[in-house]
């Protein structure tokens, strides 16, 4: 007799969503399902909404309209199996936590069981997820002391190591050089085909994880756009988005964006102030 589950449902539900600021509204009336396994990425120019956006489906900014849910339930509920790599910030080269330490922060201490039994399989899961990162050579180093890429695959592990159902991302490849851009987007991109995991990315930039995205949130002065990368990233969707002549150029497998202002950023550099944690 073969048991029948029952329809898992989408990773992330989103119905009439809409987040203001005083008289400023950042988006509204946003509807969206993020199948298992999707990569959604999540564009738009600074003060878009996009970090709001993620901070809205971990329970940290209630919404001024709508619903949210995630991993089958409310954002911010106990056994919600969600990671999050936050924007990237500079670690206190002070700090002297070791990497392990770091990724083990993201366990659910009771999910291993007591005693020494759940303490050495509390240890092989972190072991683990670090070698899967290429993280063990360094891993017992003080984190602040480790280089900007070493610190950002530490955090991309603390954020895998508890099994989660969504992963939320955002600006995980800032300040990386092209090398390790590449080896966490594909460390991310490897967690949603193995796992299933649904993958939320912000970027400013889509051409580093352009051949993963199966669909792109677009938000900009208030509206979105939601649909395949081909649907999105054109020159009249995006025109008629940001209210002005925009040219998107298909180059090399590519995707620019001609006479583009600094405020589409596409092809632009992104400056965040370096804060320090720890
Ligand atoms: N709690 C808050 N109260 C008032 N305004 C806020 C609050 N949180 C965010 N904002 C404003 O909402 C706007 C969107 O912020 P958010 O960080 O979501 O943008 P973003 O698209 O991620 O931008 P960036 O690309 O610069 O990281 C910004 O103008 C920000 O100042």
């Known amino acids: 007799m073969s048991v029948q589950l029952p329809d898992a449902g989408p990773a992330v539900r989103v119905r009439g969503a809409g987040l203001a600021f005083g008289d400023r509204t950042l988006w509204s009336g946003l509807d969206l399902d993020v199948e298992p396994g999707e990569f959604l990425a999540v564009l738009g120019p600074n003060g878009s909404g996009k970090s709001s956006f993620l901070k809205a489906l971990l ?5 001024s309209a709508g619903t949210v849910e995630i991993a089958g339930g409310r954002p911010g509920g106990a056994n919600r199996k969600v ?3 936050p924007q990237q910030r500079a670690i206190d080269d002070s700090l002297t936590l070791r990497g392990v330490d770091l990724v083990g922060l993201g366990l659910d201490g009771h999910r291993w069981g007591p005693g020494l039994a759940g303490m050495r399989a509390r240890k092989r899961r972190v072991a683990s997820v670090i ?21 950002q695959r530490l955090r991309v592990a603390q954020a895998l190591v508890g099994d989660p159902t969504v992963l939320l ?12 851009q590449r080896a966490v987007s594909e460390l991310i991109d490897a967690r949603r085909r193995e796992a299933g ?12 994880v352009l051949q993963f995205v199966d669909r792109v949130l677009y938000l900009v002065n208030g509206q979105f756009r939601i649909g395949k990368p081909d649907e999105v990233m054109t020159s009249e969707t995006l025109s008629d988005l940001y209210g002005t002549k925009i040219e ?11 006479g583009a202002q600094s405020a589409l950023c596409e092809d632009e550099p992104h400056h965040h102030e370096q804060e320090a944690v720890g």
């Open 131 to 151: 070698e899967s990162v290429g993280g063990t050579r360094y891993a017992k180093q003080p984190v602040g002391r480790l280089s900007g890429g070493e610190q």
């Open 248 to 258: 998107v150029l298909r180059v090399g497998g590519q995707i620019h964006i001609a």
């Open 59 to 63: 329970g940290m900014q209630s919404l």
């Open 197 to 208: 995991s649904a993958v939320l990315f912000v970027t400013h930039e889509i051409n580093p």
């Open 169 to 180: 991302c955002d600006e995980p490849l800032l300040s990386l050089d092209l090398a390790h």
């Open 83 to 85: 990671g999050y790599i």
